[in-house]
Nanobody
Framework: QVQLVESGGGLVQAGDSRSLSCVVS????????MAWFRQVPGMEREFVAV????????RYADSVNGRFLISRDNAKNTMYLQMNSLKPEDTAVYYC??????????????????WGQGTQVTVSS
């Protein structure tokens, strides 16, 4: 059984930084492309960033490009999202997701097969 567990969410002020983690168990983490999505109540889940299995390739949503950094440590089965210069509009539940393939640029929810339970990030103005 594949499990993804996010952590690191919380309440921060605008301009602050925050780091999220996603620990994966139950499958070969190092062979899976991984991604972060986020969702606001009443809205569709939206793509934030994706990283290839090796970590060499990353892609970002325009809204976070230059402020967020996705990374991974395959030895620890962990993916990270470093969020800098946070804005109130970054407030959302953040989800990590795993693909069955090692490389993808898919930005749709349907492109990922495994999901975590989410962690809330709230940015106050």
């Amino acid at each position: 059984q594949v499990q993804l567990v996010e952590s690191g969410g919380g309440l921060v002020q605008a301009g602050d930084s925050r780091s999220l983690s996603c620990v994966v168990s139950g499958r070969t983490f190092s062979s899976a492309a991984m991604a972060w999505f986020r969702q606001v109540p009443g809205m569709e889940r939206e793509f934030v960033a994706v990283i290839s299995s090796s970590g060499r390739t990353t892609r970002y949503a325009d809204s976070v490009n230059g402020r967020f950094l996705i990374s991974r440590d395959n030895a620890k089965n962990t993916m990270y999202l470093q969020m800098n210069s946070l804005k109130p509009e970054d407030t959302a539940v953040y989800y990590c997701a795993a693909s069955r393939v090692s490389y993808t640029t898919d930005r749709s929810v349907s492109g990922y097969d495994y999901w975590g339970q989410g962690t809330q990030v709230t940015v106050s103005s």
